[in-house]
């Protein structure tokens, strides 16, 4: 039960506080959730597509729906946990701006984490190859990916100041490893933001 | 498996949801591991409607394996090992509890006198035998099809009863094509003429033939279409004799799929009582948890402490994934914790009953969580 958590989830764990109620969107096996109830008796709930994933997570006596993030957390009242977390998700919404409000309007903060498509290597990957770059983060071509909105740190940006919301806390990570933020819509692989509406 | 047969009085008359109350009732009721010492390991197992209280244990008339047996038993995902395992047979049902073929206070079976019962009416006698087992709080409730509607009632009339409520391929109201098909079967048992207005009972003929056509046609819709050509297509039926099945150019069972309806309809009539058939269908189709609550689901549900769980079935059209989600969403709406998977099953509404290991796995996952 005890394999490391991700970077990004590692930093969620960490910055959230004990005893609070979370929302892990797209939760995946649980892993996260898992650990924020265990490490910090959060009350956690997760939505998830895959329903091997949330037979596993009921597995692991965690509280999963299985669903569809873009048309289920419609279903949940405001301000029913104190996070919401996304996590590797943000760019496979149907409308990233409808989530980001949503994700904010059943949490009073939100995490969300994305792959960084102005990443150094994505941007020699297309400008060399000339093909839409395929990586570790975004392995999946692109006629059959999930990503359907590929975005970059600098668009988050203007799409958090866009919709009004303010940026509490961002990491950045290349190489499963936390880098500094200088220059990171270059440096960075992907990217893990704190937001409040 | 061996279990205690038992049947309990109820030492209260039972009020029932028609206004009317019911004397002297008896529940049968079959149980399975022991109860440990705080009280705290009991698992009641609701069953559907032509079910019984022999989840993990041969069947009296039949002589078949428990009906569960794949989930409840020693090392199965119920674990009766670690839990005790609890089922009764429902009020209206003809295997032991107070139904239509019960005797009367007169001494003469009710048959059609017996009252109209309700679901909440069944989780009501059920909840008065765990009281007078002096089981106050359930580990889970669990049940699939009516049973999954009678947890849900329990979860939402008597909210602190259970910690974990499972309900499996299920709803929360009978929809309009639900109550159809229990309406053609009604009729069918009605129209034949051994059913005399119900009182048939101690008569040399039952009207078997009508509660043969009402299950046969309730089977259908227990199977997927998928399921049914996958198993039958328009297969031919071989003659007892030996014979290779033809097209008689009669009314025969020519095709596989007749024999096996013909089958399945005449072998229920062994074990089940038609009276019972038309109280608990009638049960069935009066659930609408939403109605109870003042017309909206979220409000059975408040102030609900129980951890839930739904499954549905992707190939189940009788209670379709649909009707899980919208108790989800209630129960979102309330804030309780609660998972739900819609599970790949090739066999219908009967995949709860029917081997699904993904099933095993949830259900084992739930319990120990």
């Known amino acids: 039960m005890a394999e490391p958590l991700r970077p990004d989830l590692a930093a969620i764990l960490e910055r959230v506080e004990p005893g609070t109620r979370a929302l892990d969107v797209g939760c995946g096996d649980g892993a996260l959730m898992a650990a924020l109830r265990d490490q910090k008796g959060v009350d956690a709930r997760g939505i998830e597509i895959d329903g091997g994933c949330v037979a596993a997570c009921v597995a692991r006596g965690l509280s999963v729906v299985q669903g569809d993030a873009d048309r289920d957390l419609a279903f949940y009242p405001d301000g029913t946990f104190d996070y919401a977390i996304l996590s590797q998700t943000l760019q496979t919404a149907a ?37 839409m770059p395929v990586t570790r983060h975004l392995p999946v071509s692109w006629y059959e990916t999930a990503n359907i909105h590929h975005v970059t740190v600098k668009d988050f940006e203007e ?39 | 498996m061996s279990h205690t047969p038992q049947t309990l009085a109820l ?55 428990g009906w569960w047996e794949r989930m409840v038993g020693p ?32 001494g003469a079976p009710y048959a059609m006198r017996f009252p109209v019962i309700t679901i909440r009416d069944m ?17 889970t409730v669990v049940g699939g099809s009516m049973g999954g509607m009678q947890a849900l009632s329990l979860a939402a009339n008597f909210p602190d009863c259970a910690e974990r409520v499972l309900a499996i391929a ?69 003659r007892p004799d030996g014979t290779p099945g033809a097209r008689t150019f009669g009314f025969d069972a020519d095709f596989q799929v007749e024999s096996y309806l013909r089958y399945q309809g005449s072998g229920f009539t062994r074990r089940f009582d038609a009276n019972s058939y038309l109280y608990i269908t009638r049960a069935m189709d009066y659930f609408d948890l939403a109605e109870e609550h003042g017309g909206l689901l979220a409000e059975a549900f408040k102030g609900n402490s129980s951890r839930f769980c739904l499954v ?58």
């Open chain 2, 11 to 65: 030492p209260d008359p039972l009020p029932l949801d028609s206004g009317q109350s019911l004397d002297g009732v008896e529940i049968a009721f079959a149980t399975y591991g022991e109860l440990n010492p705080d009280r705290s390991n009991a698992v009641l197992v609701c069953h559907a409607l032509t079910g019984d209280q022999y989840v993990a244990s041969q069947h009296p008339v039949t002589g078949k394996p």
């Open chain 1, 95 to 131: 409308r990233p701006d409808h989530m980001l409000s949503e994700l904010l309007r059943v949490g009073r903060r939100a995490f969300v984490s994305f792959p960084n498509f102005a990443y150094w290597r994505m941007r020699w990957a297309l400008a060399s190859s000339g093909r």
């Open chain 2, 312 to 369: 549905s079935f992707d190939t189940d059209w009788l209670y379709p994934t649909a009707e899980s989600r919208h108790v989800v969403h209630a129960l979102n709406a309330v804030g309780a914790p609660v998972s739900f998977v819609e599970l790949a099953a090739p066999y219908g509404h009967d995949s709860f009953l029917l081997d699904v290991p993904a099933l095993d796995r949830v259900v084992k996952g739930f319990l120990d969580g």
């Open chain 2, 75 to 106: 090392g199965k995902p119920i674990d009766i090992a670690r839990f005790q395992v609890i089922c009764p047979n429902v009020i209206g049902s003809c295997l032991g509890s107070t139904g239509p073929g019960s005797a009367s206070p007169d």
């Open chain 2, 123 to 139: 989780v009501r006698a059920t909840v008065a035998l765990l009281d007078a087992l002096g089981i106050e709080r359930l580990h």
């Open chain 1, 159 to 197: 799409l958090a100041a866009g919709l009004g919301i303010a940026v509490e806390n961002r990491w950045f990570f290349t190489r499963e490893r936390e880098i500094a933020p200088r220059q990171a819509n270059w440096r960075a692989e992907y990217a893990l933001f704190e937001v409040s509406g």
């Open chain 2, 170 to 238: 299920t709803t929360s109201r009978h929809s309009a094509q639900n109550i159809a098909f229990h309406e053609l079967g009604r009729q069918a048992i009605m129209a034949d003429p051994n059913w005399q207005g119900g009182n048939y009972y101690g008569g040399a003929n039952a009207p078997d033939a009508g509660l043969a056509v009402a299950r046969m046609a309730a089977h259908i819709t227990y199977l997927s279409e998928e399921g049914l050509t996958e198993k039958f297509g328009r297969r031919l039926q071989d």
